[in-house]
């Protein structure tokens, strides 16, 4: 209380011991912590919208016989790789796993890398 503590400063030692006053003064910091946070993020823009490749450009699509469109979602596995990587909306994803799961059944994808 009589030493002023900068911004994002806290003591933990002290936090269970000080009145309630104490606290409000912290949450207050906090929520200004976070505000700053918030705002900082929206400018940097460092959290960009992923947008699903079919969705945006219809003239894509998807075929099971076209192994190089398809290795494009796969890694060098061989493996699938996740919606939340790709960006790929539910439904396109759900059409592309059938597809490569397809693609390895006539073996032109593999089920594993050449590594292994
Ligand atoms: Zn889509």
Do not use: W
């Not at 469109?69 to 960006?87: D, N, W």
């Amino acid at each position: 209380m009589s030493a002023p503590s900068g911004p994002g400063g806290y003591r933990r030692d002290r936090e269970d011991r000080d009145d309630r006053r104490e606290s409000t003064v912290k949450s207050r910091l906090r929520s200004r912590a976070r505000k700053k946070a918030r705002k900082q993020n929206k400018k940097s823009g460092f959290l960009r919208r992923k947008v699903c490749r079919f969705c945006a450009d219809s003239s894509l699509q998807i075929d099971y016989k076209d192994a190089k469109a398809l290795r494009l979602f796969t890694s060098e596995i061989g493996k699938m790789i996740p919606r939340r990587i790709s960006g790929n909306c539910a439904k396109h994803q759900r059409q592309l796993a059938v597809a490569i799961k397809r693609a390895r059944h006539i073996a032109i994808m593999p089920f594993a890398g050449h590594g292994i």
